[in-house]
């Protein structure tokens, strides 16, 4: 089998010498099998297609190829000294291409300590996003406490018209559209500087936890408030970014959409990485954090349910002779948004096991190679919120992430009813 990446792939492969790795770790208490490890890894390897193929970058785009020999997902085994160690492999992890032969598009490392391991998931972004791994570490964890257990293999797609209803076709009108936007689209970015210049691999990752107890006042203080959490966050980083950064900062977040809710053909146990996104403005008009946080999940839920996600593959399709420019266009302008902002919510995953038990699962880590790469993954497990906040010293210096982020928490603390220091 050999497909073209689709648009979203082909934006985050990036290029064959830029890496783009997403980091997921699990914090393990109690006694993992090597061999079961390596069993689970086997039969999911055996379930998800892509984890059978390589990327072929040789042409004019690039394409996932199914290989015969490929090898076995490798695990890198290191002695873990601190709970601060999965963070500085992870950073370790960002920069290491896929691009040994017969290499599978996964790895995983192994901080291997006494009685507690971390488990770190890398995976090249183009074929993963949240709900991807978030579903293999399930698919692991299950696995190597089971591995009698059987998983079932699904067919990959070859082209977007898999994804789409039998029902759903372009019309010829549709099909001029798409013509007439791509050309647009070429004279876009024909007058706007781009650049495709190296990783300068100055990234860096911010990551916290809060308390149990105050993750429960967030949550049921936002009830009471007619809002959400997600909602919540926004307003406080947007906030945040205003107070630190003044003028540079721009009261807009942007918040990508998991595709599933759209697009039957893609399931819940499915590797997939393009998502739609929603860029959301911070309402000025509105006084009180409370209010702005209603008004940002109204402007979000109708954003969502207005999304026409058949429209938006079978379109972005016409852009493949843009894809190299938008690239550029990324690494080059520092957007008009803050910080992109994906919450991966309540991590449906078991916590214990029959010889081990998850005891924290730290929010993905990624390092983007955009000229904005202000990002912010946040998720929830164990009953507490978890955040991992990544950008690049040469857009935003980590001492004012670390400024963003006590601003943002301060500003939680300041409107809930109580809150305890995390």
């Not at 914090?27 to 379930?47: C, P, R």
């Not at 690039?62 to 999965?86: C, M, S």
């Amino acid at each position: 089998m050999k497909r073209r990446l689709i648009l979203g792939e082909r934006i985050m492969h990036v290029d064959a010498k830029t890496p783009l790795n997403c980091v997921f770790t699990a914090k393990i208490s109690g006694t993992i099998s090597e061999e079961n490890l390596h069993q689970a890894l086997q039969k999911i390897q055996q379930k998800h297609p892509l984890l059978q193929m390589n990327i072929d970058a040789s042409g004019k785009a690039p394409y996932f190829v199914l290989n015969q020999h490929i090898g076995k997902i490798p695990v890198r085994i290191a002695e873990r000294f601190t709970d601060e160690d999965w963070l500085a492999e992870s950073k370790t992890e960002w920069y290491k291409l896929f691009d040994a032969q017969n290499e599978p598009l996964a790895r995983l490392v192994w901080l291997k300590g006494e009685t507690v391991s971390d488990l770190l998931l890398v995976l090249p972004h183009c074929i993963c996003d949240g709900t991807t791994i978030l579903n293999l570490l399930r698919e692991l964890m299950t696995l190597t406490d089971n591995p009698e257990q059987d998983l079932i293999p699904y067919p990959s797609f070859h082209t977007v018209k898999d994804l789409l209803p039998e029902d759903f076709s372009i019309t010829k009108l549709g099909h001029f559209k798409g013509k007439v936007f791509a050309a647009l689209g070429r004279l876009f970015f024909f007058f706007k500087a781009t650049s495709n210049t190296s990783v300068d691999r100055s990234n860096y990752a911010v990551h916290w936890k809060i308390s149990t107890e105050n993750t429960k006042k967030i949550l049921l203080k936002c009830k009471e408030e007619n809002t959400t959490v997600h909602a919540a966050i926004c307003v406080a980083f947007m906030e945040a970014f205003k107070q630190v950064r003044g003028e540079k900062a721009h009261g807009k977040v942007i918040c990508p959409v998991d595709i599933r809710r759209f697009v039957e053909a893609i399931k819940q146990d499915t590797m997939f990485a393009f998502a739609p996104i929603a860029e959301l403005k911070l309402d000025e008009s509105k006084n009180s954090f409370w209010t702005k946080a209603r008004a940002l999940k109204s402007d979000l839920d109708a954003k969502v349910s207005e999304m026409k996600v058949y429209d938006l593959l079978g379109m972005s399709e016409y852009f493949h002779s843009s894809v190299n420019k938008m690239i550029g266009f990324l690494r080059t302008t520092k957007g008009t948004h803050d910080v992109t902002l994906s919450n991966m919510g309540l991590l449906n995953i078991p916590k214990d096991y029959q010889n081990f038990s998850i005891t924290a699962i730290h929010s993905p880590t990624v390092a983007f190679p955009w000229k904005n790469a202000n990002t912010l993954v946040c998720s929830t497990f164990n009953g507490q919120l978890d955040f991992s906040f990544m950008s690049n010293e040469s857009f935003l210096r980590e001492f004012e992430a670390w400024q963003i982020k006590d601003r943002a928490m301060e500003l939680i603390k300041e409107n809930l009813n109580e809150f305890a220091n995390a």
